[in-house]
Every structure is written in C-alpha cells, then in structure tokens.
C-alpha cells in the first residue's frame, strides 16, 4: 500500500474519561505525550494511535492518519476531488508534519508525513 494508515486518533471533551474508558475496555496502554494528548501503544497486531482533550467548541472526532511523502500535494489533490483542507500543514516538533482535510461525506481525515 503507497499510503498506509498509520495513526488513530480519538477525541472528545474529557480527555481523562476516555483514556479510563479505553484502559478498561480494551486494556490499552496509554501514556501522556503533552498537554491534553496521550499516546496509545500498539502491540504487534495494531498501528499506534492517540486521545486527544478537545478545546473550545472543538467537537468530538475519530480519525485516521495517512502516510504521505508531500502534505502540500496530498491536500490539494484532495481539494481537486472534491475535499477541503481543514487543517493547513502543521509541525509536530520532534516526530513530523501533519495536515487535515475533509472528505466529500464530511469525513475529517489526517495526513502524516517524518
């Protein structure tokens, strides 16, 4: 696959909530990686995810992250077919760049590039 899935992400309101939720149903080791975000370890059978605490009026999401070589490309191809960026390419310091564009379903879907 060109551009796999390699990152979850889960968000609501209380972060702290959703991680004892997460622990409890699936036993997932979550450890806090900054403010309002904790990381969830996969085992050998699963891609990394993260819980996130939103902010604002920031609403509830699941999302996925894919792989992709050029953020800037990726988003406006997707802006070709019908999409629309949602989240400008953006740094993560230390592990990479990320963006967000909304599908033609509404569907928010992250990319990721090291």
Request: charged content about 20%.
């Amino acid at each position: 696959m060109t551009h796999p899935v390699v990152h979850f992400e889960i968000a609501g309101p209380d972060g702290e909530r959703l991680i004892a939720f997460y622990r409890d149903l699936f036993g997932w080791d979550i450890q806090g990686a900054g403010p309002d975000y904790w990381l969830v370890t996969a085992g050998k059978e699963g891609i990394g995810g993260g819980v996130m605490q939103t902010r604002d009026e920031m609403p509830s999401y699941v999302t996925v992250y894919v792989a992709t070589d050029d953020l800037e490309a990726s988003l406006r191809r997707a802006g070709e077919l019908g999409g629309e960026t949602v989240v400008p390419p953006m740094e993560i310091p230390g592990v990479g760049y990320f963006g967000m564009f909304r599908d033609p379903s509404g569907n928010i879907i992250g990319l990721f590039r090291e």
